[in-house]
């Protein structure tokens, strides 16, 4: 990993229905990231938030299917120009959200700048729908289908090219709950997804073992998008989106060590921290603790 971070909050939540995901890269920087990281002596530069526009009417913006399209669009144009920027500048960017709409954007940004990008998606669902699969028209609901090149051209298309990732340069991590077009679009295209099905088969260690040796064969970069819901939301209850019998606090200490081992993330993002929902900052704490993890923190 780089030595120098570029810290962006993204303090996004038109992607979903429930208030307060915006607070999420606050919450982050109140449990302690950038001590955290600076510890691990790491040079750490907070570039802020960037601005959300907001609908005449919040939360009541539609186009087609599609809830708040434009606004989250614009949000996305301004975060990847400015991902793609401290990509330039030899940073590593570390983006906090905000609602998973956010990794739109930051994908854009980062993909770029590579010739086979790899992305792991840490999450308790696919992110794979589109417009015409959608039941809610969330778009936190679609990114990953975004940076395949599937849904509207005000999306796949940001900073002018698409798709951002191959489907074979996929692996979702944690998946417990797709939608029927979901599961449709995944054996379409044979990504790679391992379900909770699998971590409980075969354990953490091997999941992420076989991930990491196929991404390293094939991918010249690789980006973390990790979204807290794929965790248990016992143990990470400031989530939007909770779904019962999801991957342990331990788990993802593993994954995010192992990932640090491996020395392929050149890239990440730590969304759906919802401090409204949460209990005495509880989940805000774990994404720190993770990111630790990932940035070489050790127990001894």
């Known amino acids: 990993m780089k030595n120098n971070i570029s810290i962006i909050g993204v303090p996004m939540d038109l992607g979903q229905s429930r208030r307060g995901v ?33 609908p005449d009417k919040a939360h009541d913006a539609r186009e087609g ?41 930051t994908l854009a940004g980062v993909a770029k700048h590579y010739d086979n990008l790899g992305v792991i998606w840490y999450d308790a669902h696919g992110d794979l729908n589109s417009e015409e699969t959608s039941p809610s028209g969330n778009i936190h ?16 298309n940001i900073l002018g090219y698409f798709p951002k990732v191959k489907p074979e340069n996929v692996i979702v991590i944690g998946a417990r709950d797709l939608d029927p077009g979901e599961k449709e679009l995944i054996a379409k295209l044979n990504l790679q997804v391992y379900t909770m099905h699998e971590i ?40 939007g989106t909770p779904v019962l019998g999801g991957i342990s606090y331990r788990e993802s200490h593993l994954a995010m060590e192992m990932l640090h081992e491996s020395e392929i993330i050149t890239s990440a993002e730590f ?17 720190v603790a993770l990111m630790g993890s990932l940035f070489g923190e050790k127990l001894k």
């Open 141 to 156: 609901g679609m990114p990953l289908a975004v940076n395949l090149g599937i849904g509207n051209e005000s999306l796949t």
């Open 22 to 54: 915006d607070m999420g890269p606050s919450a982050i920087r109140y449990a302690g990231v950038v001590d955290r990281l600076e510890k691990l002596n790491y040079s750490v530069d907070d570039l802020g938030d960037i601005a959300i526009s907001r």
């Open 271 to 287: 969304v759906e921290v919802n401090p409204i929902l949460d209990e005495k900052n509880k989940t805000a704490s774990v994404a």
């Open 200 to 239: 409980d088969r075969v354990g953490m260690p091997k999941v992420m073992e076989e991930a990491i040796s196929y991404l390293k064969e094939r991918t010249d970069g690789v980006h973390l998008s990790l979204d807290l819901d794929g965790l248990d939301p016992t143990e990470v209850p400031g989530v």
């Open 65 to 105: 299917n599609l809830r708040n399209l434009k606004q989250i669009a614009e949000a996305n144009e301004r975060l990847a120009q400015l991902v793609d920027a401290q990509i330039k500048e030899g940073k590593f960017p570390l983006v906090l959200g905000g609602d998973h709409s956010i990794a739109i954007g």
